[in-house]
Each structure stands twice: as C-alpha cells, then as structure tokens.
C-alpha cells in the first residue's frame, strides 16, 4: 500500500548560491526512502514545480552512498545577490520549497 507525504517528513534539505545558480542537497533520513524520493523527485519535476523560479536548466546529481540528491539550479537567482532586486535573493529559501513537495512511498 502506497501513501504520500511532503518530502520534509522524511529528509532535510541544505541549500547555497554562487552568483545565479543554486545549489540544493536533499537528504533521506531512512535510508528505505530513498528508492522512492529518487524514483520522485526528478529535475523535471522540480524545474516544473516552480517555473517562475527556476527557469534555466536543473540537473541532478545522485548520490547513493548518502542517501542524497543534489540538484543544481542554473538561472534560478533574479542575477544573483548583488544583481538583483528581491528582498531575499539567495538560494538558501530553496531547500524549503523542495522539502513541500509530496513524495509518493511504497
């Protein structure tokens, strides 16, 4: 029987920035999970749950042994910290956007 779950309930987030790129690391807390997050949460999926955010490209990098993913998010900053206007320009807000997204386990 599957359920689904907000990806926060069952992995953490770390993210950071370099001039208009971001850089965010998920991290499944069960190592059981994990299949399931990867399996989830795709670059596609996360560029297409925030398109107004994230518009240039998003790759993912797996990392197994961790029990991780680490997305790069390229054009995803308004220019980065010192070009643009928002009020809160950095990547760092980003890890809590993924963390909302659902993921459906087995």
Request: no cysteine; charged share 25%; glycine share 8%.
């Amino acid at each position: 029987m599957s359920r689904t779950v907000p990806l926060r309930q069952i992995a953490t987030a770390r993210a950071g920035d370099k001039g208009d790129t971001s850089n965010i690391a998920v991290w499944v807390r069960d190592p059981a999970d994990y299949p399931a997050v990867r399996r989830g949460l795709t670059a596609e999926r996360v560029k297409a749950a925030y398109p107004a955010l994230f518009r240039g490209q998003v790759t993912r990098y797996d990392l197994p042994a961790l029990h991780g993913l680490n997305f790069v998010i390229e054009k995803g900053l308004e220019g980065g910290v010192n070009a643009s206007l928002n009020a809160d320009a950095h990547g760092k807000s980003f890890s809590f956007l993924l963390l909302a997204l659902d993921i459906e386990l087995d």
